[in-house]
């Protein structure tokens, strides 16, 4: 059974940045798209940046310059690090498989910019 554990949250402030991290257990992590989302309050879960087992990634147009997402295929382990924060990126952040199916959803980990 898959299991991803997401850490690194917290509040900061406008400007600042954090370093998210997810560790993944139970599966071939090397050879899927992983991707990190988020869900704020009264939103959709949205999808904000993914890495392919190439490396190569994508974001969407709000984090773009911003946030950096990274693995570590020896550690299981998948990076989302977020620079230059906004209070819009106030959310819980939580990592995935993307494709046509989800694993399981981890507990995610919050994070609160204030202005």
């Known amino acids: 059974q898959v299991q991803l554990v997401e850490s690194g949250g917290g509040l900061v402030q406008a400007g600042g940045s954090l370093r998210l991290s997810c560790v993944v257990s139970?599966?071939?992590?090397?050879?899927?798209?992983i991707g990190w989302y988020r869900q704020a309050p009264e939103n959709w879960r949205e999808l904000v940046a993914s890495?392919?087992?190439?490396?190569?990634?994508t974001y969407i147009d709000s984090v773009k310059g911003r946030f950096t997402i990274s693995r570590d295929n020896v550690k299981n382990t998948v990076y989302l690090q977020m620079d230059s924060l906004k209070p819009e990126d106030t959310a819980v952040y939580y990592c995935n498989r993307v494709g046509a199916y989800r694993w399981s959803w981890g507990q995610g980990t919050q994070v609160t910019v204030s202005s």
């Open positions: 139970g599966i071939t992590f090397s050879s899927n798209v």
């Open positions: 890495i392919n087992s190439d490396g190569s990634t």
